[in-house]
């Protein structure tokens, strides 16, 4: 019976100092000492068809009703946290630009840093250089999000992130960067 007792105890602590690490995590971003990047939200399918033309989202890989809704949760899920004044950046590509649209958080800021190497992997060492570079030219105190792609958060990050997830990461960027908190999909 004590034993039991103790199990629940530890659990308790355990939740305990898992949510107080989620504020720190998430008061870091309010301030703009971390930064949130996300994957863009469901989009069924894997890289783009063959021939796909940035500019024009027809020939794209696309967000479905799901990918919209889960974007829409994001931006509910942000403003719940307490996030104004945000900068919100965007790979150029047509469901991460979507999905920066629909979180409907704040102009949404097109980064080239940002958009998917995935049909060129011998660009992930210069779209990394790009992207921390990027990321270091944000101002003291700005609170940023960043939308972008699997390739690119797991060059960054080495974590493989599901469609909508997103990490926010402590700035300055480490080399890992030091991880704050991972957010499922809303």
Do not use: Y
Not at 1 to 18: D, H, K, P, T, Y
Not at 48 to 54: R, S
Not at 72 to 100: H, I, K, N, Y
Request: net charge negative.
């Amino acid at each position: 019976m004590w034993c039991s007792g103790l199990v629940i105890g530890l659990l308790i602590l355990f939740m305990e100092a898992a949510l107080a690490d989620d504020a720190v995590a998430w008061q870091a971003l309010r301030e703009g000492r971390a930064i949130l990047v996300m994957r863009h939200a469901f989009a069924p399918g894997l890289g783009d068809p063959p021939g796909f033309v940035l500019e024009d989202c027809k020939t794209q890989r696309n967000l479905n009703e799901q990918g919209r809704a889960e974007a829409q949760r994001w931006g509910v899920r942000l403003r719940e946290a307490g996030l104004t004044g945000v900068r919100l950046f965007s790979s150029r590509w047509c469901r991460a630009l979507e999905t920066a649209e629909h979180m409907a958080l704040a102009p949404v800021e097109p980064l080239p840093a940002l958009d998917s190497f995935f049909a060129s992997p011998v660009s992930e060492q210069s779209h990394t250089a790009a992207l921390r570079e990027a990321v270091g030219q944000l101002q003291p105190s700005e609170v940023a999000i960043l939308v972008t792609h699997q390739v690119n958060i797991t060059a960054l990050t080495g974590i493989f992130p599901q469609s909508g997830e997103g990490l926010i990461l402590e700035l300055p960027l480490a080399s890992p960067p030091r991880v704050l908190l991972r957010l499922a999909p809303p």
